[in-house]
């Protein structure tokens, strides 16, 4: 396992292209199962996770090619093969994404229960007994999901979901697609990446309303084109960067993005002291080297906080002016973090679902783990602080969601290399010798 070295203590300044959202090409690439036609999907980034899914739908038979500018081009019209093994979906929860676009198109499935990162109860019964609803007949034995329509379609069903769930309400909205009649979902998540997926299966031809909102209205249709989509740019990612420069005092440009996907993130920004400038497609940041202020956030589902944001926020009021308390209300077990992040001199008191931060001044270097995609993402943002080397293992995590990271940090100024799993160089402290 790769691992990386972060020399602290620079500002990051400069500019960068954000890359397309993973949570939104996942279910784009994976919906392609719901036609027979080649679909061509833009601005996919360059992640291990979509290494998998690309991998998944070859597994199944289906045609894959990306051109010289990463446009993946994908024909479901030579699926052989309705199975998803374990092999492929143990390392990512997404995976459970095929299931409704299998059972919708071609009458069966057979879905391995989904891995992913260790980050809390992200149940699949929701998923199910909304397919159920819909008139599959489903049973789970031995670690998969078997599903099949005995032949016939999905049926059009008013489905309460009964909590937000993204990929739950992906799932049910992608299946309903080719359901007979209308399907109703209620308490739908409202997620930009919802949005995206809607927009994709209605450029192939899907009746999708009210997208965004949580009532979703999907009229069925009997079948689905092919058709060229351009995934939307990763809100995430764009956060983690803005937090890398108001952390370091520095001031960045982010190209290619979309403010309006970050109203809650950037306004929290601006509390810490930050100025920000936004265009149609770019995002500015200045810290004029000064420390931010703590904040306080509680995270919870779309429009409000991310809680794929708390832990980026949680290592920026490490070194903040004051004490910020930040509440994780959407996953139980997210603040693997705090107890790494405490390595390097944090100031973390840990209570239920709450993390009060009191600011140092500095942080120190340590060798650090991640522990899932975010926190990988938050000890990386402490690094570019802390006094001396700080090593990040098990960096797998963050390559699942973050395209090249340290080369885009290395262009915004930050001392940050990838070395092999092997590597047993020294932690340098400040003051002493470097590597």
């Known amino acids: 396992m790769d691992k990386l070295i972060i020399r602290g203590g620079r500002r990051l300044e400069g500019e960068i292209r ?36 690309l991998t998944l739908l070859g597994n199944m038979g289906a045609e894959v090619v990306i051109d010289e500018k990463l446009n993946v081009e994908v024909d479901p019209s030579t699926i052989t093969s309705q199975t998803a093994p374990y092999e492929l979906v143990r390392t990512m929860r997404a995976s459970i994404l095929v299931l409704g676009p299998l059972l919708a198109r071609h009458g069966r499935a057979s879905v391995s229960l989904p891995g992913g990162c260790a980050i809390g109860s992200r149940p699949v019964n929701i998923h199910i007994r909304g397919l159920q609803e819909m008139g599959a007949d489903i049973v789970v034995e031995n670690g998969f999901i078997e599903a099949t329509t005995h ?81 939307m740019p990763d809100r995430i990612e764009t956060g983690t960067y803005l937090i890398a420069a108001a952390i370091t005092g520095g001031r960045v440009k982010l190209k290619d993005t979309d403010p309006t996907l970050l109203t809650v993130v950037l306004e929290k920004l601006q509390e810490t002291g930050a100025t920000i400038r936004c265009g149609s497609d770019w995002i500015e940041l200045d810290m004029e080297g000064k420390r931010p202020k703590a904040v306080d956030l509680v995270t919870a589902p779309y429009p409000d906080f991310p809680t794929d944001m708390q832990a980026q926020f949680t290592a920026l009021n490490a070194i903040a002016q004051g004490s910020g308390k930040i509440t994780e209300n959407v996953f139980e077990n997210r603040f693997m973090h705090v107890q790494e992040l405490q390595r390097m001199g944090a100031k973390i008191e840990l209570s239920g679902s709450s993390v009060t931060v009191h600011g140092v001044e500095s942080l120190t270097a340590a060798p650090v783990m991640a522990t899932d995609l975010r926190a990988s993402a938050s000890l990386v943002l402490a690094g570019l602080v802390a006094r001396g080397n700080t090593v990040v293992d098990r960096i797998y995590h963050i390559d699942r969601g973050y395209e090249t990271i340290e080369e885009k940090l290395a262009q915004l100024g930050a001392s940050i290399r990838r070395v092999p799993g092997n590597y047993k160089g020294q932690v340098v402290r400040e003051g002493s010798a470097s590597e």
Do not use: C, F, W
């Not at 939104?24 to 992640?47: C, F, G, K, Q, Y």
């Not at 309460?160 to 309903?176: C, F, R, Y």
């Open 18 to 53: 954000i890359s397309g959202a993973k949570n939104s090409a996942l279910p784009i690439l994976l919906s392609s199962l719901l036609t027979d036609e080649r679909v061509i999907i833009s601005n996919v980034p360059h992640l291990h996770d979509i290494t998998t899914s």
């Open 151 to 231: 032949g016939k379609r999905l049926q059009g069903a008013e489905i309460d979901l009964g909590m937000v769930t993204v990929t739950g309400t992906e799932n049910l909205m992608a299946a309903a697609t080719l359901a007979k009649g209308t399907t109703l979902l209620h308490q739908a998540a409202k997620e930009p990446e919802v949005v995206d997926l809607a927009n994709y299966l209605n450029t192939l031809g899907a009746r999708i309303e009210g997208a965004g909102s949580d009532h979703i209205t999907i009229h069925g249709v009997e079948q689905l084109t092919g058709g060229h989509y351009r995934v």
